[in-house]
């Protein structure tokens, strides 16, 4: 037992104090990340059905239209400068038609600037507008467009994340037909 307390005794001031350092970086790294995790499709999707599942929501199942939409749109806003659900004429609406998704109610959340998905995740829970889009039981399913690129805000350019996240239900096959029909009878005057 002496010799352990002896050993310590001999460590040098220097020695204690980079360990010390050492540890208190090493907690702060990982306590830090540990609840931080990369913005990407798979993170978006599962923070934001994990929100639902909090609530007895049913999960938002992937639609690949609706990824394609929210993609155009984050492409858009990045090669037009802008950080808007309307813009240029366009409607987040006119996107989702674009990708071909045939909707009965849709929605979209925007994000821009966040280093993490449960930064950005948590806003949006925190905002009334874009929780209630991600919390609206009318929808069943959603996209994430993630797009990288420099964003230009009062005349200084930097380098973002632009994000938009659709939210959707298609319409039903009878309603389907009966669009057709309506658009068929349309083109004959």
């Known amino acids: 037992m002496n010799n352990k307390i002896k050993n310590l005794k001999l460590i040098n001031i220097s020695g204690i104090i980079g360990?010390?350092?050492?540890t208190f970086a090493y907690i702060i790294t990982f306590a830090g990340t540990a609840y931080a995790s990369e913005i990407n499709f798979d993170n978006v999707g599962n923070l934001i059905n994990q929100?639902?599942?909090?609530?007895?929501?049913p999960k938002l199942k992937i639609n690949q239209e609706l990824n394609n939409a929210a993609a155009l749109k984050s492409k858009d806003m990045i090669n037009?400068?802008?950080?808007?659900?309307?813009?240029?004429?366009?409607?987040p609406w006119d996107f989702v038609k674009m990708a071909g998704y045939n909707y009965l109610y849709a929605g979209e959340n925007l994000a821009m600037d966040f280093n993490t998905a449960e930064g950005m995740v948590g806003a949006w829970i925190n905002s009334d507008a874009h929780r209630n889009n991600i919390l609206n039981p009318d929808y069943i399913e959603m996209g994430v467009g993630i797009v990288k690129g420099e964003f230009t805000e009062n005349?200084?350019?930097?380098?973002?994340?632009?994000?938009?996240?659709?939210?959707?239900?298609?319409?039903?096959a009878i309603i389907k037909a009966f669009d057709y029909l309506a658009q068929s009878i349309l083109n004959l005057f």
């Open 155 to 172: 005349s200084t350019n930097h380098e973002t994340i632009m994000i938009t996240n659709m939210f959707g239900r298609e319409k039903p």
């Open 51 to 57: 929100e639902r599942s909090k609530r007895d929501l």
């Open 19 to 22: 360990l010390v350092v050492f």
């Open 80 to 91: 037009r400068n802008y950080f808007e659900h309307y813009a240029y004429g366009l409607s």
